[in-house]
């Protein structure tokens, strides 16, 4: 069965990229604003160039998608809202979202402005894509963690379009769920400011394994694998690179462009040795297919280097200290301009020689010379990491118009009438226009059809070509160069504006109601404690603590006696919640139905994302809180959770707490005040990526075996089992927990420590206070929970007697010197 080819997706950080993309071959286009991008480092365009490159887009057939995929505050909420009123109306093929807010308005308000769901809402199984077409979302951009056979599962679930990155920069945390860089810096990658904490070198603390770049992935490449994309009815592929160079952008474009061309002829087709080494001194550190095929373990890493590899240029063979000059032979061609880097050191080649003569360029397996300021030893590998011929021929793709519109052109040219000209595209548009004055009888020198049809398919300059043209006119007319010309570029200017007119909506304003959900305010607020299994239970019930979230990997494989500890809370008077894990794949679901079903008495559960709640609200008959990863940062997003069945929820750690006072009037609003908070958590398993490890794909230590699903308590020991920490270069240390299914979650350095902060948090209308608890035994559990209880009571009953300052001192006894009140006042960028 032959499949649809894929749309061809490309980067537009800036105009010149724009170009470079579409004199490429892409398809399609992706591109944002200053304001509300993921890629707010880019160039990116401004007010009145976005509009102009929409248009540029369109008058190429070429779909171009905004994005507005970042968090957005309550109080930039008119802002954005404006804007896409303005995207809606100018004609955006479709806006790419992160924030469930903007989703919910987007659904409500501008139903004609198709909507596409960034990678950054960690889309990553059949739950989440069913959920978001019951929203009239038209595409995902599913995680890149999924392999071809989730990919395929989540395609025969959904009905809604399906977009996979192929090639660019990996995150090695979910995209979405990653707080790194806003916790150690207040740059948020939610919010477009990502400073990229994963480039940074890290060591494992206490430990002799190998350390570097231990989060810094390498490149995606999937220029090989199109074929399976194609097979999984993936609706477009995606280059990522919005801060790369047009160059690149022209380079990558133009060779997966080729591919998919020549697999819509022969589905064997792949990528040729050429375009494989062209893709790799474009830029790379190292390439990898993902997880495509299964988890790539430490193929995935670039531990080496986190920056541009370049390929092999050859090795050193002496050096001239004194000239400051080193000798190299040749595994690849080089020429004067390109860029090498040796060691850790980089220098461009200004000056070449073979022998004593100055050369231009020299060819593989030839010996060259030429200037490097710095000692390095013989035998040092020299790569290339800027091929000067490459870059100026990419450069040359997108400077002059190479990809144009046919055309059909017809002429009418008949004594005593005006000249007409008439232009129409493929898509029905057509143009036309007619010379000032008539046509009158030649008294010399008659035009003929050859020359008219000359001078009327004179398109050079523009973005058409004439296809056809046809030309029915008098003998013995005599017709002004001018006029023709004249009528000529009046059909172009009218096709032209026809062609962008039909992109133009009318999608009125909108007027944003206050959602009103039900008061809760009077409730008492509530201590809340997250624990990774049941052994610290009766510890936070003893402490004070109100309702107890249990993690299921702690449950799975001992379900008795945790109902045990169930009828043990209950009969405390507190409450159950059973928390799902981050991450759940379309083939790990019944082992979380499975744990759930053995439970007796849940009192409710806590799910990670808006997923977790589409898919388990019409299963038990339970109430669902759901977790801070849903990224709730804003009123419309509170609604939209809210509507979607969750009963609290837990608001976004990036928010200050005049932030949270902003939204929370009438939700049952949950914040962490005390704990480690999560970073990220990755799909690589970063002990086992460096050691391996021999546990088969599938579950282990109460996950569901491979073969046929079921459970197993048998304990396997992997080397990630014991846990680790990692110390960056500035002598902070985070603390590292692998999970079930081994995938990786990095903490944060500090504790977050808010008890002197009560008065304040409770003020701000939160309901539920949190002790993040994944990290502590349950003695500490039990510790820090009497210590909150006991100043939440303080601050309720007694507030003349509460004095933040004492349960501050009992907490710093505890984390001397490492503690954080996180953003909840200083916010985010």
Not at 142 to 171: K, N, P, W, Y
Not at 707 to 735: H, L, N, W, Y
Request: hydrophobic share 35%; with cysteine.
């Amino acid at each position: 069965m032959k499949h649809t080819i894929p749309e061809l997706l490309s980067p537009a950080g800036n105009p010149e990229s724009l170009k470079a993309a579409v004199e490429n071959g892409a398809d399609a286009v992706y591109l944002g604003s200053k304001e509300f991008s993921a890629r707010g480092h880019a160039d990116n365009f401004d007010k009145d160039q976005l509009p102009e490159a929409i248009d540029f887009a369109h008058q190429r057939d070429v779909s171009a998608y905004i994005t507005v995929n970042t968090l957005v505050k309550e109080q930039e909420i008119e802002d954005a809202v404006q804007y896409l009123e303005q995207l809606c109306n100018h004609g955006a093929d479709a806006v790419i979202v992160q924030d469930p807010g903007i989703l919910n308005i987007l659904n409500k308000h501008l139903p004609k402005l198709p909507i596409h769901v960034s990678t950054q809402m960690s889309i990553h199984n059949s739950a989440g894509t069913k959920l978001l077409e019951s929203m009239g979302v038209k595409r995902a951009v599913l995680a890149r963690e999924l392999d071809i056979e989730e990919i395929s599962t989540i395609r025969s679930a959904t009905d809604i379009q399906l977009e996979v990155f192929v090639h660019g920069a990996m995150c090695i945390c979910y995209s979405g769920r990653c707080l790194m860089s806003s916790f150690i810096g207040g740059r948020s990658g939610n919010r477009g400011y990502c400073a990229q904490p994963c480039r940074k070198e890290y060591s494992f603390e206490k430990n002799t394994m190998s350390s570097k770049y231990l989060l810094s992935p390498r490149d995606l490449n999937l220029s090989s694998h199109l074929t399976d994309l194609i097979n999984a009815r993936v609706d477009s592929i995606k280059i990522e690179g919005r801060m790369k160079r047009p160059e690149y952008v022209a380079v990558v474009t133009r060779i997966y462009r080729d591919i998919l061309d020549r697999l819509s002829i022969d589905p064997t087709a792949g990528a040729t040795p050429d375009e494989m080494r062209r893709l790799e001194v474009i830029f790379n550190r190292g390439f990898t297919k993902g997880y495509l095929n299964g988890d790539p373990g430490r193929k995935l890493m670039s531990m080496d280097t986190p920056g541009n590899r370049g390929v092999l240029l050859g090795h050193v063979t002496g050096g001239n200290p004194g000239r400051g000059t080193i000798t190299v032979k040749l595994d690849a061609p080089i020429n004067v301009g390109d860029g090498i880097m040796a060691g850790s050191k980089g220098t461009s080649i200004h000056l070449l020689w073979m022998g004593r003569h100055k050369v231009q360029s020299a060819q593989a397996g030839e010996i060259v010379t030429f200037p490097y300021g710095f000692a390095i030893a013989t035998g040092t590998s020299v790569f290339k990491t800027f091929d000067s011929i490459l870059v100026a021929s990419a450069r040359n793709s997108y400077q002059s118009v190479q990809r144009k519109v046919p055309i059909t052109v017809q002429v009418e040219a008949t004594k005593g009438h005006t000249l007409l000209v008439r232009m129409s595209d493929h898509q029905g548009n057509t143009g036309e226009s007619r010379s000032g004055s008539v046509i009158s009888h030649a008294r010399r020198h008659p035009l003929d059809e050859q020359a008219l049809e000359k001078q009327v398919s004179k398109l050079g300059g523009t973005y058409f070509r004439a296809k056809t043209i046809n030309i029915r006119m008098d003998d013995d007319i005599f017709i002004p160069l001018s006029l023709i010309n004249s009528a000529r570029r009046g059909a172009i200017e009218k096709l032209s504006r026809l062609r962008i007119a039909r992109y133009r909506r009318i999608c009125g304003s909108v007027e944003l109601q206050t959602p009103h959900p039900p008061d809760i305010k009077d409730r008492r607020p509530v201590l809340s404690v997250r624990v990774a299994g049941p052994e610290a239970v009766n510890a936070a019930i003893s402490g004070g603590a109100a309702r107890v979230y249990i993690d299921i990997e702690g449950i799975t494989g001992n379900e008795p006696a945790t109902n045990t500890v169930i009828e043990e809370v209950h009969r405390a008077g507190a409450t159950v919640f059973i928390r799902l894990p981050d991450i759940i794949k379309d083939k790990e679901m019944t082992l979380v139905t499975g744990t759930l079903d053995q439970l007796h008495g849940l009192d409710g559960i806590l799910a990670a994302g808006s997923d977790q709640v589409y898919w388990l609200k019409e299963m038990y008959d339970l109430p669902l809180a759901v977790d801070y990863h849903a990224n709730a940062f804003n009123i419309q997003g509170l609604d939209f959770l809210t509507g979607l069945g969750a009963c609290s929820i837990t608001v976004s750690p990036e928010l200050t707490l005049d932030e949270i006072t902003s939204i929370s009037a009438g939700y049952d609003i949950e914040c962490l005040v005390q704990g480690s908070v999560q970073l990220m958590v990755s799909e690589h398993c970063l002990i086992g990526g460096i050691k391996g490890c021999d546990s088969p794909i599938g579950i282990k230590d109460g996950v569901k075996s491979e073969v046929d699903g079921s459970m197993t308590t048998e304990q396997i020991t992997r080397p990630c089992q014991a846990g680790c920490s990692i110390r960056d270069g500035k002598g902070f240390v985070f603390p590292v927990r692998h999970d079930n299914q081994c995938r990786t979650h990095i903490y944060n350095s500090k504790e977050l420590g808010l008890i002197d902060s009560i008065p304040g948090i409770i003020k701000a209308g939160v309901r539920y206070l949190r002790i993040e608890g994944m990290c502590y035994n349950a003695k500490q559990v039990g510790e820090i929970t009497m210590l909150y209880s006991l100043a939440i009571d303080t601050c309720l009953n007694n507030p003349r007697q509460y004095d933040g300052r004492i349960y501050l001192s009992g907490l710093k006894k505890m984390f001397p010197g490492n503690l954080t009140t996180g953003h909840y006042f200083r916010g985010v960028q």
